[in-house]
């Protein structure tokens, strides 16, 4: 299994472009996340899904877009980039999503840069 | 609010000895994770706990229920421990609707020197 497969790595856009960061999972993974890591601040969950078809909204949604249209993958697409989104972003997935859940998986994160 | 609260932030050992991180929280939990995060930036999971204790090499991690506290243990430490060791809760009653929506602490950074 590959696990958690995120791309790009590092990504520069300027302001206002748009961009769509790709994740893919081959566990079969029921639950699939985004989120942002900002320096002094705990990972953040942007959106989510617990399952193809099913996609909500996490703690800071504002300016991203998801869609989950099978199982393995979970892209997420930024509008209109702006400067507050430079972030390293991460995709995670776990099996369950009932309590206490299951482990999380991450990718590799993306370094994003908004100028 | 639902809180999680790690110390201390940075830590900063010699190689051998037995390191201790803490991570706090305010309200009850279903479960608690615990990651590494590589200097490269990778984050892996170590472990996952709801009660007792847990072990996997030199690694232990612990979980306090009524006093609310959890600890993460590395024993013998060596230089390749040196990582973000991040502290995550998923606190009761936040079910599917919620997306099983973990809280997560800022982050020990722990450099072993040899």
């Known amino acids: 299994n590959a696990g958690v497969t995120q791309t790009p790595k590092f990504q520069v856009l300027k302001t206002g472009q748009s961009m769509t960061l790709q994740c893919a999972q081959d566990?079969?993974?029921?639950?699939m996340s985004w989120y942002r890591q900002d320096p002094g601040m705990g990972l953040r969950l942007i959106h989510y899904s617990v399952g193809a078809g099913i996609t909500d909204q996490g703690e800071v949604p504002n300016g991203y877009n998801v869609s989950r249209s099978t199982t393995e993958d979970f892209p997420l697409r930024l509008l209109s980039a702006a400067p507050s989104q430079t972030s390293v972003y991460f995709c995670?997935?776990?099996?369950?999503?009932?309590?206490?859940?299951?482990?999380?998986?991450f990718g590799n994160g993306t370094r994003l840069t908004v100028t | 609010k639902n809180e999680v609260e790690q110390s201390p932030q940075n830590l900063t050992a010699q190689e051998g000895e037995f390191i201790t991180i803490n991570c706090s929280y305010s309200?009850?939990?279903?479960?608690l994770h615990w990651l590494q995060q590589h200097p490269g930036g990778g984050i892996v999971s170590l472990f996952m706990?709801?009660?007792g204790k847990k072990k996997h090499g030199r690694l232990i991690a612990t979980i306090n229920i009524q006093e609310k506290h959890s600890s993460l243990h590395i024993t013998a430490s060596h230089p390749r421990d040196s990582a973000v060791y991040i502290c995550a809760v998923r606190f009761r009653g936040v079910g599917e609707t919620s997306g099983s929506r973990l809280t997560f602490g800022e982050g020990t950074q722990l450099t072993v020197n040899p």
């Open positions: 309200v009850g939990i279903s479960a």
């Open positions: 566990m079969n993974h029921e639950y």
């Open positions: 706990l709801s009660s």
């Open positions: 995670a997935s776990r099996l369950s999503t009932g309590p206490p859940g299951s482990p999380l998986h």
